[in-house]
């Protein structure tokens, strides 16, 4: 759905969520322009001098990680992510505003169990020292921050149903 669909689904998102979903939005294309960019100057120089960027892969691995984590909030709040509506062309709007809620709050859900575990994974991460292996890139504090970003998913999530709540009114 486009700005044009969230817009019709009910009222506009809270000005502080919005601007926080687009900063991470723009923190997510950043780190996989550095990523391509990267991975473009490893390619070069093995095609130069048979040797790359060393532990490139596991940059692009975290790069990756949470660039997809900041995508997602965006997504939402955008109401961008994809919906299958095969079975729902024909009920009345208000079925179909009250079955978006619910799927949004099921998402939210989801996006608590799946921060909860990335929180926790994140921690024994870091208290256990993990790292990469090439590089030997702490990793939790990777983890830790696709957990508070799915958290925050969580409260967007919230947001996009709540605002179907007041469309219906």
Do not use: K
């Amino acid at each position: 759905m486009t700005q044009e669909g969230a817009e019709q689904r009910g009222v506009p998102a809270p000005g502080i969520i919005d601007a926080v979903t687009r900063a991470l939005a723009i923190l997510g294309g950043l780190l996989m322009l550095a990523a391509a960019v990267m991975v473009t100057v490893s390619v070069l120089l093995r095609w130069l001098f048979r040797s790359g960027v060393q532990g490139d892969f596991e940059m692009v691995q975290i790069a990756t990680a949470v660039a997809v984590f900041a995508f997602l909030p965006y997504c939402q709040i955008r109401c961008g992510n994809v919906f299958v509506d095969t079975f729902t062309l024909r009920t009345p709007d208000w079925l179909n505003r009250n079955l978006d809620r619910l799927w949004d709050l099921v998402y939210a859900g989801f996006a608590v169990l799946i921060g909860w575990r990335l929180m926790a994974g994140g921690l024994d991460a870091i208290s256990s020292r993990t790292s990469s292996m090439v590089l030997a890139i702490p990793i939790g504090w990777a983890i830790l921050a696709t957990a508070l970003m799915a958290l925050f998913l969580a409260l967007v999530t919230l947001t996009t149903a709540l605002r179907l709540g007041r469309a219906d009114r």
